[in-house]
T-cell receptor
C-alpha cells in the first residue's frame, strides 16, 4: 500500500516552454502533498507543500509564479514549471501524506527534467 | 532552527563488512526520525522510522537504527553489507508537520 506515482519519469523541453509533472497517490487519499527538488549528488530540498483544495505554501526562495502547484483532488497534485530555463533542470520528487498521519511521507519515483 | 547532519559524505566498505552511517539532529523536542535509501535516478525508499518506544528500530533489508537522545543521534547500521546496498542514504527528521533531510551519505561497496 501507500504507492505514489509520478508522470512523466523524465522530460526534455526547450527553454521558454512550460512543463507539467503529475503526482498521484494510487491507493490512498493524500490531503497533503510535497514537492522536492534534488540537484545531482545533493539532498532533497522542499519546494512547497500543497493541501487539497487550498493554495500551496512555498518555501523561502521558491518562486510561486514559476513553479505552479495545483492540488485539485485527494489523489492528484501537479507541478508546472513555467517558462523553463536550463537552470530549472533537476530531479523533482513528490511525496504524499496519508490523511490523519502527521509525519510519514510516501515518495514518488521522481521526474528528471532537462531544459535545453 | 531544526537541522539534520550526516557527517560522512561518502563511505566505502567491503562487501560483508559491517556498516554504520551517522546522523545527528538538532530539535527542540523528540523528533520523528527516518532513514531512506535512494538508488541512482530513483525515488526514496523508507528503510525504517522511529516515532517512540524501543530505541532500537529494525528496518527492511537487514538495517537497524538506534535513537540516542543523549547524543541527538540516530545512526543506521547493518552487520554485513551486500553489493546491492550501494546507494545514497538520507536521514530525515519530522517535526511540526514538516520533514527535513540530511545531506546524504553515499555508500560504495567494494567486492
Amino acid at each position: 500500500g501507500a504507492v505514489v506515482s509520478q508522470h512523466p519519469s523524465w522530460v526534455i523541453c526547450k527553454s521558454g516552454t512550460s512543463v507539467k509533472i503529475e503526482c498521484r497517490s494510487l491507493d490512498f487519499q493524500a490531503t497533503t502533498m510535497f514537492w522536492y527538488r534534488q540537484f545531482p549528488k545533493q539532498s532533497l530540498m522542499l519546494m512547497a507543500t500543497s493541501n487539497e483544495g487550498s493554495k500551496a505554501t512555498y518555501e523561502q526562495g521558491v518562486e510561486k509564479d514559476k513553479f505552479l502547484i495545483n492540488h485539485a483532488s485527494l489523489t492528484l497534485s501537479t507541478l508546472t514549471v513555467t517558462s523553463a530555463h536550463p537552470e530549472d533542470s533537476s530531479f523533482y520528487i513528490c511525496s504524499a501524506r496519508v490523511a490523519g498521519d502527521l509525519y510519514e511521507q510516501y515518495f514518488g519515483p521522481g521526474t528528471r527534467l532537462t531544459v535545453t | 532552527a531544526q537541522s539534520v547532519t550526516q557527517p560522512d559524505i561518502h563511505i566505502t566498505v567491503s562487501e560483508g563488512a559491517s556498516l554504520e552511517l551517522r546522523c545527528n539532529y538538532s530539535y527542540g523536542a523528540t523528533p520523528y526520525l527516518f532513514w531512506y535509501v535512494q538508488s541512482p535516478g530513483q525515488g526514496l525508499q523508507l528503510l525504517l522510522k522511529y516515532f517512540s518506544g524501543d530505541t532500537l528500530v529494525q528496518g527492511i533489508k537487514g538495517f537497524e537504527a538506534e535513537f540516542k537522545r543523549s547524543q541527538s543521534s540516530f545512526n543506521l547500521r547493518k552487520p554485513s553489507v551486500h553489493w546491492s546496498d550501494a546507494a545514497e542514504y538520507f536521514c530525515a527528521v519530522g517535526e511540526n508537520n514538516d520533514m527535513r533531510f540530511g545531506a546524504g551519505t553515499r555508500l560504495t561497496v567494494k567486492p
